[in-house]
């Protein structure tokens, strides 16, 4: 076994009679590359993680886009410790405890004016899922049950549950899970190299990739279609920015046929875009926000829906015993994760952090666009703090040169994240600029390196 395996485990390996690996089925991992040469994290503060054999590491990626305050932050660690030791789990069914409210009413002031609502999940996919039941509960409870169908767009990414997978545009996480929900249908996505190769921030060609969702109108007819939902930055796919003019015309669409838009802000909420939400940074509202990740700086998973008041208003009717709207989960408002979220906030306004992109994201775009030459680069991409740099693929090896990519950073000590041939770019947003340079020079070193 590779040395760098921690004692405990080598412990719980003897007892178990198994090489220490094999009992963890990791998620979204090559599981049986992974347990050859194991890659693990052991401490983080700040910009940086440790990985079992004592090396710094610089975080390239908040973890997994949530770490937006960067690691380790004191505040909210004490924050948990406190509430840990103060009260466990609360019920959150006919039941709650104050902190829930206080976070719900710190992150609807955050959200844009008239999204005075907050419900509790403890995931994206969970948020997702909420959101999706939402929208179809919404048109019921209004005497419009006629709008069933779901919309979502190519590449986009929901998250893994059902609903998340059915309206999600990701070959790879849908085919070996069957038929899904039904009536969903999905417009077309918005990358076009052709005319939008290299754009810094938002692209000029595009906003007419809107109009497809008058296509489904047209196919579907609006008395049936519930909700549009699509990530304002598509993340997950390989960083997506969307066209000058888009959010828009999909906004106008929407109202137009009395459609509901969800943004599902999971990675581009709290400050990735130079605001708390991407919703502000494009200067469009929509009537649902999914949101998780930073919400508790990773800390503890959490996620929330963010409604519109009238939507939320629409449920509150019949007898005052019904529950208006029967979804949640056990852990939905977790006094925990309610701790971690309030810290969190207090962290990112103590730091400036929701807007500190803002001012990094010249230096940022500069930094990433000077690979533009380097081998095998044929896009790059970004907006806020977030790039994408997209590889040709090996051809018959797609990924590969990619992983090769990631492997070679990590040796150098810097986590990034590769999704198929694309390397995203996600730093905590305390980054400083030293720290850019040395992301972006260590990914040059390797893509000169690249078979
Ligand atoms: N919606 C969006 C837009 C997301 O980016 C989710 C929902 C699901 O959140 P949970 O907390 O259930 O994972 C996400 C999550 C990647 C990667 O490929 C991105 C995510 C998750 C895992 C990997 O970089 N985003
Ligand atoms: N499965 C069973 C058998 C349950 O009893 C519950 C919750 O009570 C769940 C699933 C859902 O779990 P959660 O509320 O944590 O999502």
Request: glycine share 10%; proline share 6%.
């Amino acid at each position: 076994m590779n040395k760098a395996i921690d004692p405990a485990l080598m412990q719980a390996a003897e007892v178990s009679g198994s090489t220490g690996l094999d009992a963890y089925w990791m998620p979204f991992t090559a599981n049986r590359q992974f347990k050859q040469a194991p890659r693990l994290l052991v401490r983080a503060e700040g910009m940086h993680y440790e990985d079992s054999d004592g090396r710094r590491i610089l975080d390239g990626v908040a973890g997994l886009w949530c770490v937006n305050a960067g690691h380790g932050r004191p505040r909210i660690t004490q924050a948990i410790q406190a509430q840990a030791a103060e009260m466990d789990f609360a019920p959150p069914f006919q039941m709650a405890h104050p902190k829930a409210f206080e976070l719900a009413e710190r992150v609807a002031a955050l959200a844009p004016a008239g999204m005075g609502k907050v419900f509790f999940a403890n995931s994206g996919s969970e948020a997702v899922e909420t959101a999706l039941k939402m929208a179809l509960a919404y048109h019921r409870v209004r005497g419009e049950a006629s709008r069933t169908r779901l919309i979502g767009r190519e590449r986009g990414y929901h998250g893994v549950n059902f609903g998340g997978i059915s309206v999600g545009g990701i070959v790879g996480n849908r085919k070996l899970f069957g038929t899904m929900l039904g009536g969903v249908d999905h417009i077309r996505h918005t990358h076009d190299p052709a005319r939008n190769g290299f754009s810094i921030g938002q692209p000029a060609h595009g906003a007419e990739f809107a109009d497809d969702l008058e296509r489904l109108v047209a196919l579907h007819d609006a008395s049936t279609i519930a909700a549009v939902i699509v990530e304002p930055i598509a993340g997950s796919t390989g960083v997506l920015i969307p066209p000058q003019g888009y959010l828009q015309r999909l906004r106008e669409i929407c109202t137009k046929h009395g459609i509901l838009l969800i943004f599902d802000e999971v990675i581009t909420g709290f400050g990735r875009t130079g605001n708390p939400f991407a919703a502000q940074t494009f200067g469009v509202t929509p009537d649902l926000i999914t949101c998780a990740k930073g919400l508790t700086n990773g800390a503890v998973p959490m996620g929330a829906v963010i409604a519109k008041t009238e939507i939320h208003d629409a449920f509150m009717q019949g007898p005052e015993n019904a529950i208006e709207f029967p979804h949640g989960y056990t852990y939905s408002a977790h006094p925990l994760a309610c701790a971690a979220g309030l810290a969190t906030l207090d962290t990112y306004a103590e730091d400036g952090l929701l807007t500190r992109a803002q001012g990094l994201q010249d230096l940022f775009a500069q930094a990433v666009h000077s690979l533009k030459a380097e081998p095998h680069v044929v896009d790059v991409r970004n907006f806020g703090l977030v790039a994408g740099i997209e590889l040709a693929s090996i051809p018959g090896a797609p990924t590969k040169r990619a992983f090769e990519l990631f492997l070679d950073c990590w040796q150098q000590g810097v986590l990034v994240r590769t999704t198929g041939d694309i390397v995203a770019l996600s730093p905590p947003l305390i980054i400083e600029p030293a720290q850019i340079d040395q992301l972006v020079e260590t990914l040059r070193r390797a893509l000169r390196r690249l078979h």
